[in-house]
């Protein structure tokens, strides 16, 4: 009997073990398993979180990237006629017969640099460089005619020979002659029309006044000839132009790599005196000028910029402070 109730105990010793085992094993299990879950849900948290942080910061460079003001008519897959005249056009030939009619300037014995600027709202500026003329344009897609009428009540008719992306032939029949003209452009268009320096607005201060100015109306020609030539600057560095070109401009300011000044007053040009009334007008804006450099702080930008970009940003200081 002792034997056996030893072994009993025994086997229910072992019995009981073997249960208070598989509980622990299967409480070690679920909380394994609860474990594994959780950490799962951290690394599923944790990608998503990730994921969600990615596309939010995708967005906020897509926001901070900087936007150009240029457009470019290359990325367009289907463009309308109108939107495709709408460019800075320079005038890069002409029959030999008319070469020297369009392109040199006998009075001062120098060469001309002609151009037609047309604009999305129909307005156009002709030979900004040269004798430049404003007014509003028209197509006759019918009969391949551009049509320009000035502001003086003149108009010019151009037959449009062969027209691309990056060139224009037109033809101007004038009177019984007829002129063949190539131009050519680099199919770069501000966003904002008045982002462009030859735009009339952007030129008004070149027409000379019919009348005396006072101080007030010559001071507002002086800022509005700094703001064309801010623009200027812009424009030259958003089309990344690697040389700049003045001819044809009238100009006050002596332009350095990194610096501005003004010449002697007797060095001043001709062609920016002849935008005021007269010469002593002329001489009271370059009054203006000067007084402002010599008395007024200008902030030069970081040369990282470039000097281009500096000096856009330094003639918008000195516009601001007129």
Known sequence: MFICREKYRAETHCSISLLINCYMMHKLFLLLFIILNLASCDVRKAKSDKKKNSSESDQKEVKAAPDTAMISLRTFKTIAIDDLLSQDWNMEDADQKHWNELFWDSASNKRKYPGLCLFRDFTFTENARADIKTGKWELDKIHRQLLLSFRDGTSKNYYIQQLSLQAITLVWRKNKDSLVIKFSSDNLVHKRVADDPFYRENNKWRVKPLTSENNEQIRQRVKACVHFYALFYKDNQERQESDISFIGLPCCFEWYNGGISLPKEIELDRKWMN????????????????????????????RKIGWVGQTQAVLEQIRDKL
């Open 275 to 302: 935008c005021f009334y007269s010469d002593d007008q002329a001489y009271h804006g370059y009054d203006i000028l000067k007084t402002l450099l010599e008395t007024q702080e200008l902030k030069w930008p970081d």
